[in-house]
């Protein structure tokens, strides 16, 4: 399968504890994306990398969260502290250069208890 | 403030009816604007893209428009089966970014 590959598909982890989730997106593609969704709600931007370079950051990115994407091929997404709050969809997405059109992976659900 | 609104209510229609979607925005200027399709569990998955200057988009069974003056888009899904079951997302695109800013979906149920 060369789709967007996500690892974990499911988490739960005690409140405080940090968390990191790992993406792997269509080989080709320049542009990699994090979104978090919360139950009956439509995915909500938290940050975007072309190649390596993080071009931008949510509001929403507190200082407990960080991505990274050493190589400019799979990243990851860190949560420092969890919290209660911070279970949702975790879901990250690749397009190509020139290209909008945003493939998703299957997401990574924490919950935080 | 910066809305995107999508009918909340889930859409119940017959089998071969056509399904029309909306998605109304305010206080935005999105160069473009996509339909996802999501099912439970899995991440979304790209439909159709509509740029500001296209009034109209075909793809098989689905058609959208855009109507920049309304503010608002309208998705079609015509002779509509039951695996067209699912909700669907629409998001607008500007210029400034790549970030897709999502509505929160509808969800379509087609009985057979």
């Known amino acids: 399968d060369t789709g967007v590959s996500q690892d974990p598909r499911h988490k739960i982890t005690k409140r405080g504890q940090n968390v990191t989730f790992r993406c792997d997106p269509i080989s080709e593609h320049n542009r990699l994306y994090w979104y978090r969704q919360t139950l009956g709600q439509g995915p909500e931007f938290l940050t975007y990398?072309?190649?390596?370079?993080?071009?931008?950051k949510s509001r929403l990115l507190s200082d407990r969260f960080s991505a990274e994407r050493p190589k400019g091929s799979f990243s990851t997404l860190e949560i420092q502290r969890t919290e209660q709050g911070d279970s949702a969809m975790y879901l990250c997405?690749?397009?190509?250069?020139?290209?909008?059109?945003?493939?998703f992976g299957q997401g990574t659900r924490l919950t935080v208890v | 403030s910066q809305k995107i609104e999508q009918n909340s209510e889930a859409l119940n229609i017959q089998e071969g009816k056509t399904a029309t979607l909306t998605c109304n925005y305010t206080?935005?200027?999105?160069?473009?604007l996509q339909w996802y399709r999501q099912d439970p569990g899995r991440g979304p998955v790209f439909l159709l893209l509509?740029?500001?200057?296209?009034k109209e988009k075909r793809k098989e069974r689905l058609k959208v428009t855009f109507d920049t003056t309304l503010k608002q888009s309208l998705f079609h899904i015509t002779a509509s089966q039951p695996a067209d079951s699912a909700t669907y997302l629409c998001?607008?695109?500007?210029?400034?970014?790549?970030?897709?800013?999502f509505g929160s979906g509808t969800r379509l149920l087609v009985r057979p």
């Open positions: 997405a690749s397009s190509f250069l020139g290209n909008t059109e945003a493939f």
């Open positions: 206080n935005y200027s999105p160069a473009y």
């Open positions: 990398f072309q190649n390596e370079a993080q071009l931008e």
């Open positions: 998001a607008l695109g500007m210029d400034s970014s790549y970030k897709l800013i």
């Open positions: 509509i740029r500001e200057n296209e």
